[in-house]
């Protein structure tokens, strides 16, 4: 089958291949024919080296499908079944799941030590245990969500990863208040969904942050009610909070720098919320006694910060509802021979998500 396989960890292109085989299939697996997959910035993370992933493997992790088979031991799935792909599945047993934060769970890392694909020349693993930008995968059955018939598979594909995780730093972790100020460091797809979230709660003032016009352009439409460059948001945190700073502060880029600018945008008692996966070396600092006098909360948000299930069926009901915009944020819809470009448009932040057909 078909594959975009990135051979060592550092290269900016995928090689497009047709002979990668998707292995492993057996008791408690599905194999999965994909029909959309959104390219994720943390594919592009993984391909640089900023998260840790071996190699050679398939990037992707947030896509939806058809069920082709389901193995022994698999209960409430069957061929033909239309699912979306979890990358974070819960056990149900370990003592995270058990205390209800199956964000947590680390069941689904540890699979991602066993390459789910091979080639002729050796073995080849799947980003996050996953691996969509193919046309066939075998996961956990964990990792086969179903979804309602009226989903559309890129719908749930966005639902799979970037959205559930925007929505979910503002809904979950941060409980953000009605009329609360929020600003949004970081305008992606990520970043996006997470402005939606602060709309969705009821936020009176959502300031979208980002260096990229066309993404601050887009963070209006989708709810903010200002949208500045970096060097501008001094200027909006003193207009709109009298220098106090924000009631809630989302990083959503992963590096110091920017979750530094976060935190001092922060008004004293008030909430940081990081959202941004980024690099073990990268260390944000702050000093013992800002930390104690500013009393501000510090809240890493995991995939959403809740239970990952719960929150698919919340933004189902939210899109069916009208609350939530999910069709606009695909910008650019590509076949899988597309992919390099897709992800030089990422890089330059022209795309808020972009749509692999597969």
């Known amino acids: 089958m078909r594959a975009a396989v990135l051979h060592e960890i550092g290269q900016d292109k995928l090689e497009v291949l047709d002979d990668v085989e998707a292995v492993g299939f057996g008791p408690g697996k599905v194999r999965l024919r ?36 389901v193995g022994d031991g698999v209960s409430g799935l069957s061929a033909g079944d239309r699912v979306l792909v979890c ?26 030590g066993t390459p789910n694909f091979k080639r002729p020349g050796g073995d080849v693993f799947g980003f996050a245990g996953t691996g969509t930008f193919t046309e066939e995968v075998v996961v956990g059955a964990g990792c086969a969500v179903p979804i309602p018939d009226d989903v559309p598979f890129e719908i749930a594909a966005l639902i799979g990863c970037g959205v559930t995780t925007g929505l979910g730093a503002a ?23 997470t402005v939606q979230g602060a709309r969705v709660r009821g936020a009176a003032q959502i300031v979208a942050v980002d260096p990229v016009a066309s993404r601050r352009e887009a963070a209006l439409r989708f709810g ?12 909006a945190r003193q207009r709109i909070t009298a220098g106090e700073g924000f009631d809630y502060v989302f990083e959503v880029v992963g590096k110091s720098a920017t979750a530094r600018t976060a935190y001092e945008n922060t008004r004293r008692g008030g909430t940081l919320c990081i959202v941004g996966a980024g690099a073990l070396d990268d260390n944000f600092q702050v000093n013992m006694f800002e930390l104690f006098f500013d009393e501000k909360r510090i809240l890493p948000s995991m995939y959403g910060g809740g239970d990952v299930l719960r929150s698919y069926e919340r933004a189902i009901a939210l899109w069916r509802a009208g609350r939530i915009d999910l069709a606009s944020m695909i910008t650019h819809r590509v076949r899988l021979d597309g992919i390099n470009d897709a992800l030089d448009q990422m890089r330059t932040g022209e795309s808020l998500r972009t749509c692999v057909e597969l």
Not at 175 to 187: D, K, L, P, R
Not at 226 to 232: C, R
């Open 34 to 69: 994909i029909r959309a997959t959104g390219l994720c910035h943390s594919d592009v993370s993984a391909m640089s080296g900023v998260l840790p992933q071996p190699a050679p493997f398939i990037p992707g992790h947030e896509g939806a499908g058809e069920v082709i088979d």
């Open 224 to 235: 903010a009610t200002e949208a500045v460059s970096p060097d501008e948001f001094a200027d």
């Open 87 to 112: 990358w974070l599945p819960a056990c149900g047993t370990c003592p995270a799941c058990k205390r209800g934060q199956t964000q947590l769970c680390l069941a689904g890392f540890m699979n991602a």
């Open 171 to 193: 809904i979950n972790t941060a409980q953000v208040e009605a009329g609360s100020s929020v600003a949004v460091i970081g305008c992606g797809g990520v970043g996006i969904s």
